[in-house]
């Protein structure tokens, strides 16, 4: 199963990515963590990449790009994966059908988590404190200058991926608002090819 989760900072992508995870047997993607993990590493990747992250901008799609293609030809992709902040932008998207393309794999679907923004900056605090709380460390790019930068990015640079994959007939749009079972069973019911359920109440 190769999936794609579309939705804003916050929206419960990674949430439900690893709720699949666990069900699927397939890994979660984040292309977010996979750039974490090169700027804690301290790699050539890592150092272009930090300061674009602690800003709230984006990382290049060529960055990105190659770092996508070379994850998923990971054996643990063989059954397939969960995209979870990739692609980005319409060229990432189009970079990744290319790419799929070469290596003869086929995408299953990409779900939206639709959300409105009130309800995305008070999860990020939230998050926030549950963070400090747990006594762990906060991202360096959960403040809310940089929150506001990458909504700001998602608005002009993501959120046009949703027509883009509409228009291919693959999208599916879900009530990111729903509660967190409610989301993850109108996911399966959209997995499961069962959209006629009461299991999807949080479709849209
Ligand atoms: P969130 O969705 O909560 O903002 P992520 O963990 O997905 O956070 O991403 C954190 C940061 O990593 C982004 O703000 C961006 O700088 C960078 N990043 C992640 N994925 C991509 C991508 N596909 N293209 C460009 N930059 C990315």
Redesign the pocket.
């Known amino acids: 199963m190769r999936l794609i989760f579309l939705g804003?900072?916050?929206?419960g992508?990674?949430t439900q990515a690893k709720r699949l995870t666990d069900k699927y047997s397939i890994p979660q993607l984040?292309?977010?963590?996979?750039?974490?993990a090169a700027v804690s590493d301290g790699s050539e990747i890592g150092k272009r990449?930090k300061e674009?992250?602690d800003?709230?901008?984006?990382?290049?799609?060529d960055?990105?790009n190659q770092i996508?293609s070379e994850r998923i030809e990971q054996p643990d992709c063989a059954k397939g994966f969960i995209l979870?902040?990739?692609?980005?932008?319409v060229p990432?998207a189009k970079a990744l059908a290319d790419n799929m393309r070469q290596k003869n794999l086929v995408l299953d679907a990409v779900i939206e988590l639709r959300v409105d923004e009130e309800a995305l900056v008070r999860r990020?605090e939230s998050r926030v404190a549950e963070t400090v709380a747990a006594g762990g460390t906060v991202?360096s790019?959960?403040n809310p200058e940089?929150?506001r930068k990458?909504l700001s990015?998602?608005r002009e640079k993501t959120a046009p991926l949703s027509q883009y994959y509409e228009q291919q007939g693959e999208l599916v749009l879900l009530d990111g608002m729903a509660d967190v079972d409610a989301v993850t069973a109108a996911i399966e019911a959209v997995l499961e090819k069962d959209g006629d359920t009461g299991a999807s109440a949080a479709r849209i």
């Open positions: 804003p900072p916050g929206a992508k990674g984040s292309t977010g963590d996979m750039l974490r990449a674009v992250m800003a709230g901008g984006l990382v290049s799609d960055i990105v996508v979870d902040g990739y692609p980005r932008t990432q990020i991202r790019d959960d940089s929150f990458r990015e998602y």
